[in-house]
């Protein structure tokens, strides 16, 4: 019985360590094709929320709206969490 107790906790950890190392590679992506999703904060669009057809709909609009944050096509995630999550949520 411990056997067995031991066995299903060892699959159990692996299948949740791949499921966090699949979610980290999605991110990655979408942070390489819409540098600063990580802040998009707009409704749902038809329907989508953080997917592609969503990240596709608003990406000129973040763009434009945080322009002072890009460099060339990277985004400055430092200065942007410096300037708005940090004192957001530490007054």
């Avoid at 002072?68 to 969490?81: K, L, P, V």
């Amino acid at each position: 019985m411990k056997k067995l107790l031991i066995l299903t906790m060892i699959v159990g950890g692996s299948l949740v360590a791949n499921s966090v190392s699949a979610q980290v590679r999605v991110e990655v992506n979408f942070e390489k094709d819409y540098p600063g999703a990580t802040y998009y904060e707009y409704p749902k669009w038809h329907g989508h929320y953080h997917d592609k057809v969503y990240y596709d709909h608003y990406h000129a609009r973040f763009e434009k709206e945080h322009k002072a944050y890009y460099h060339g096509r990277d985004f400055d995630h430092d200065r942007y969490e410096r300037e708005h999550h940090w004192k957001e949520h530490h007054h």
